[in-house]
């Protein structure tokens, strides 16, 4: 199910990697293992959580709501901000994050019961903050569909960000958003090339397949965008032309950029694993972290962190409007999502 929803590695490379996770600041002890460690094996935990929409109170972000019917990431990304959400369950952020898959098997009810509460009002939904809606295990729950079907059918706003492929099989569900309610779309592609990605997204769609998605959802009259996140200086800041000239082409209708975050143990699986992959380029990497973080590997401050700082900082803000412009994007900003939320009459809630 893997590989026929755009993964293209060899599942045996899977369970070949050993465990690794940086200790644990959640847990009072760490083991260490005093002969090799096992190898990784793909888990699936089941979630009763009594919740679904999670409120986000960053201000520098342009939503408030999300939904995660996942957490842990199969596309085991090295840069990915939300490892350590995995800590709080009790998991590694490491090799943890990428195979124990927690699934929130109720997630289409739970949402069905929220928007029934008088005090929702119908703001956009974004799919997903933390971890990709898209991932292969959707093949098997179908917890994305479910969750958007959903909205759907009370014409709420959806926002959707994914590397994911698999998000061509929901294109009938993504249209009638788009004539009933309101959608967008973004493909994450922060590289250029198929090989760079493979290196630091191992287990992603590769770049190709993931125009090829854009492409099609955009022909598809589905408003769609490129999200180059994250520009990782010293090692693909140099795409962002290339990227963006090839998703316009594709059909993308906005873009966005977003600079490396490494909070908390991100940082060291991070750079374990790009000393690995880029043993060439890794101090380069570092060196450029510090300088647009004002000497630190990263910021959490909000409207800083996303963006750089100081010179460096500049010019890659400069070199993404510039490429932009270049590509063709529009110039002018895309209009506010407005709510066309509606409560289904009582008689059809009874349906379900």
Known sequence: LA??????????????????????????QYREFLEPPPAVKVQIYEDDTRSILSRNESPDLAFRWSVNPYRGCFHACAYCYARPSHEYLGFGAGTDFDSKLVVKRHAAALLREAFLKPSWLGEEVVFSGITDCYQP???????????????????????????????????????????????????????????????????????????????????????????I??????????????????????????????????????????????????????????????????????????????????TYGEMLEQLFLTARRKAGFPEVPEPPVTSTFRRPHPQQIKLF
């Open 3 to 28: 590989r026929e929803n755009g993964a293209e590695f060899c599942y045996n490379e899977v369970l070949m990697k050993l465990v690794n996770n940086p200790p644990n600041p959640f847990e009072s």
């Open 137 to 227: 295990v959707e093949a098997v729950w179908g917890l994305t569909r479910a969750c958007l079907e959903v909205c759907a059918e009370f014409r709420n706003p959806v926002g959707i960000i994914t590397k994911g492929v698999l998000i061509l099989r929901d294109v009938d569900v993504l249209r009638r958003l788009h004539e009933e309610a309101a959608v967008r779309v973004y493909l994450s592609i922060p590289f250029a090339d198929d090989a760079m990605a493979r290196r630091v997204e191992p287990q992603a769609p590769s770049i190709t397949k993931r125009l090829g998605a854009l492409k099609a959802i955009a022909e598809a009259g589905i408003p769609v965008g490129v999200s």
């Open 229 to 310: 996140a994250p520009v990782i200086p010293g090692l693909n800041d140099d795409h962002m032309f290339e990227i963006l000239q090839q998703a316009r082409e594709a059909g993308a209708r906005t873009a966005f950029y977003s600079l490396l975050r490494l909070p908390g143990n991100v940082e060291p699986v991070f750079l374990e694993r790009m000393s690995k992959a880029y043993p060439d380029r890794i101090k380069r990497i570092t060196n450029r972290l510090q300088e647009v973080r004002g000497g630190m590997m990263s910021s959490s401050r909000f409207f800083e962190r996303h963006r750089g700082e100081g």
